[in-house]
């Protein structure tokens, strides 16, 4: 079991500092991160993540771009392929606020 070093509650919180986040029913848990990670190695992580899915995403757009395959393909691979794109513009969009919350670390 562990202790809790403190708690802030709406009426005292502010603006809360950077923090894992999880929700448990209707309760926000926030988890402060500082001190708690290697930020420049956690930010190196991310900058890796997201530079392979900017890669990804810029071969499933090329492929999608190319009428050939569009036409030639069965729907399905098409469909899937458009659903991985969609995915990665997601993961893309995380990654980016990830980065952007470590900077104000």
Known sequence: MTTVGSALTP???GEPPPSATALVGSLKLLVPIAGLIDVAA????LGK???????DLAR?????????????????VVAKERDRQETLRRDLAKLGAQLAQLASL
């Open 11 to 13: 009426t005292n919180a």
């Open 42 to 45: 956690e930010r190196a992580r």
């Open 49 to 55: 993540a997201r530079d392979k899915a900017i890669a």
């Open 60 to 76: 499933v757009e090329q492929k999608l771009a190319t009428e050939t395959f569009t036409k030639n393909a069965p729907e399905a």
